[in-house]
């Protein structure tokens, strides 16, 4: 191996390469505009085993196998440079009445719907933000913001989450209220409740009193 980072044959040297941080160190509006953003995908609707960020390295690491048929139905990731602190739950405690809610300390997850068959997560896509659904899991709210890819031949046209196919919205809706259910285990286990599904307007405030929880916590 070359020494010094020197390309093999030349006498020039090359700098390492480094790749940003999927959750810091990248922004999370897209240079489109337009109100488009970024989104990091984790995890994509053929995958068997469940992925997540390794938040210190910044690479995808296995959580858990997927023990039963409840695959996620979407591209599913999160935005970076967002953290659902105070004001993510503050939200959620002024929406649905109860108190006391915290924030779940994590970046703020989104689902990307898409016509097209995306056979692997860890990229980044742009997309549009059109609604969401206001979940909160053991008493931390744990939003889920519902996009569309950017320029989708079938949902790339959507501007509000009340122009999807209720079919697709009863689809995550399920996903996520039952994916922490084992089969056979009692009801009253589960612990994640959906209150609220919300529009267009309402995710862009989610994902701002996110981005202000970020600069809170990191800045």
């Known amino acids: 191996m070359s020494k010094n980072n020197d390309i093999p044959g030349s006498k020039e040297k090359i700098a390492p390469q480094t790749r940003p941080h999927p959750w810091h160190g990248i922004a999370p509006q897209a240079s489109t505009g337009d109100g488009y953003i970024n989104a990091f995908i984790e995890m994509v609707p053929s995958d068997t085993?469940?992925?997540?960020l390794d938040k210190e390295t910044g690479f995808l690491k296995i959580d858990r196998p997927q023990k039963f048929s409840n695959n996620v139905p979407t591209l599913y990731g999160f935005i970076p440079r967002t953290f659902c602190g105070?004001?993510?739950?503050?939200?959620?405690s002024e929406s649905t009445g109860r108190k006391d809610i915290k924030g779940d300390k994590d970046p703020l997850?989104?689902?990307?719907?898409t016509e097209s068959h995306i056979n692997h997560g860890?990229?980044?896509l742009t997309a549009r933000p059109i609604g969401g659904f206001r979940m909160i899991d053991s008493g931390e709210a744990d939003d889920?913001?519902?996009?569309v890819l950017k320029d989708d031949p079938i949902y790339g046209g959507f501007k509000d989450i009340k122009e999807c196919p209720p079919a697709v919205i009863a689809r995550?809706?399920?996903?996520?209220?039952?994916?922490?259910t084992i089969p056979g285990?009692?009801?009253?286990?589960?612990?994640?409740?959906?209150?609220?599904?919300y529009g267009r307007e309402e995710a862009q405030n989610i994902i701002e009193l996110s981005c202000q929880d970020y600069r809170d916590q990191f800045c």
């Open 122 to 124: 860890d990229l980044v």
């Open 144 to 147: 889920k913001i519902v996009a």
């Open 86 to 92: 105070s004001s993510i739950g503050n939200r959620a």
């Open 109 to 113: 997850d989104i689902c990307v719907l």
């Open 172 to 180: 995550i809706r399920h996903y996520f209220l039952t994916y922490k």
């Open 185 to 197: 285990g009692k009801e009253d286990s589960v612990v994640c409740t959906i209150d609220e599904v």
């Open 49 to 52: 085993v469940k992925y997540e």
